[in-house]
């Protein structure tokens, strides 16, 4: 295989070689394999490819240090073993034409953001979102193609074994082939029926990373790609409240657990190490929104939060009406208890409850455990401590998260005391 000049200027390797090449990939991995992508039309090839390059990094680096390049040196690496493989498969001419305008120098700089990368990268992640692959086959290839998950943490995070999550990427690949599913991004009306399927992939990948049982990797993941997706597509407003509602949220990260693993309601977490250079990353791409999505008022409210001194100082009428307003755009089970929550806090435990049972009306919150904890919550708040205690309890025995289970009972405990 062929390898880039050693003629560029190199930094001595660090002792912890694999985090200097991992650090390296995260930039440029999903750079690498959406431009041989979209030059070799295969996509585990790319894959291959990239992983190699990666792979050589590791074995060289620490013998002859750091390039001055490294995402050049990776892309050069595995520019070259696609061209290996092609003409080994003899694959036509004019493909081995195209990789070879595309042999960059380890010395240059790389197209942070010229049109070809921004399109490429684009491309990849809407190819990997198609709306005709399962939702849980897009989340799985867009942590494999465009973050480099390694297979097994996707599997880990989907709860299916590794052979399992291999075989469901393979299918994913295949049906991108076989249905003809074009490697673009689209444009006019179609962007805008697009959009937010891809929006709802990173919203899922957060989620369960955020969750209490959740891998917190997986959210870094999601903040990741939607950093990247708000630089590509600066003049989505829904894209921008995305990126705000994460860093919102994100920034609690550190302190959402005490030393034993705990849980900690907004009530008990230490505000004061919240992750403040987020929420001033949040509250600045937020103030670029200029659209009331669906995504826009989840921000609002997140940022009520987070710009809050305590719970009792926090905003809460305006965050009844970022709900009410959400009620309205995105109807929901969950939406409906968070608006009671909202409004037991705006106006009192007595509303609360009052909107609780109206969204309990329709059956959606049957079988909801979180629902009776919102209804232990706002009779606590009543003061009647004994039914709350039980009803937490209740809510406890229902809950599937380990984590939730001890929270409320912990709750239970203190009521009854």
């Avoid at 708000?230 to 409240?241: H, K, T, Y």
């Avoid at 929420?279 to 940022?303: N, S």
């Avoid at 608006?339 to 919150?365: C, F, I, Q, T």
């Avoid at 209804?375 to 939730?404: H, I, K, M, N, Y």
Wanted: aromatic share 6%; with cysteine.
């Amino acid at each position: 295989m062929t390898t880039p000049s050693r003629r560029s200027v190199r930094t001595p390797a660090p002792a912890g070689a694999a985090e200097t090449v991992a650090a390296a990939g995260v930039e440029a991995y999903p750079r690498i394999v959406a431009t041989l992508i979209r030059v070799t039309g295969d996509w585990a090839l790319a894959e291959d490819c990239a992983q190699e390059a990666l792979a050589v990094a590791l074995e060289r680096w620490p013998a002859d240090g750091v390039p001055a390049n490294p995402g050049g040196w990776l892309m050069t690496v595995a520019h070259h073993r696609a061209i290996d493989v092609l003409r080994r498969a003899t694959v036509e001419r004019r493909k081995l034409h195209d990789l070879a305008m595309l042999t960059p120098d380890d010395t240059s700089p790389e197209p942070e953001l010229s049109h070809d990368v921004v399109d490429d990268r684009l491309r990849l992640i809407f190819t990997c979102c198609h709306p005709a692959l399962a939702l849980d086959a897009r989340v799985a290839l867009t942590l494999r193609t465009v973050c480099g998950v390694p297979t097994a943490d996707i599997a880990r995070l989907l709860l299916v074994s590794e052979s399992t999550m291999t075989r469901r990427l393979t299918r994913a690949r295949t049906r991108i082939a076989q249905a003809g599913i074009p490697y673009r991004v689209p444009d006019g009306p179609a962007l805008t029926e697009r959009l937010p399927g891809v929006l709802a992939v990173l919203y899922l990948l957060f989620t369960r990373g955020y969750v209490a049982d959740g891998e917190p990797a997986f959210a870094d993941e999601a903040v990741r790609l939607a950093r990247l997706l708000d630089r590509l597509m600066p003049d989505q407003s829904e894209v921008a409240a995305l990126l705000a509602l994460f860093l919102f949220q994100h920034s609690r990260r550190d302190v959402r657990r005490d030393a034993a693993g705990n849980l900690l309601t907004l009530q008990r977490q230490n505000r004061d190490r919240w992750d403040r250079a987020a929420i001033a990353e949040g509250l600045a791409t937020l103030d670029r929104v200029r659209h009331d999505g669906p995504y826009a008022w989840q921000a609002r409210i997140a940022a009520c939060h987070a710009t809050a001194a305590s719970v009792d100082d926090t905003d809460w009428p305006t965050i009844a009406v970022a709900y009410d307003a959400l009620a309205d755009l995105r109807p929901s089970p969950v939406i409906a208890l968070n608006r009671a929550v909202a409004h037991g806090y705006a106006y009192g435990p007595d509303v609360g409850l009052a909107v609780l049972d109206a969204a309990r009306s329709g059956g959606g919150l049957d079988g909801y455990p979180l629902a009776v904890a919102v209804e232990a919550d706002l009779v606590a708040r009543q003061g009647d401590r004994p039914r709350a205690a039980g009803l937490f309890r209740q809510a406890a025995a229902a809950v599937g998260s380990t984590v939730e289970r001890r929270a409320l009972l912990d709750r239970a405990d203190e009521l009854a005391r």
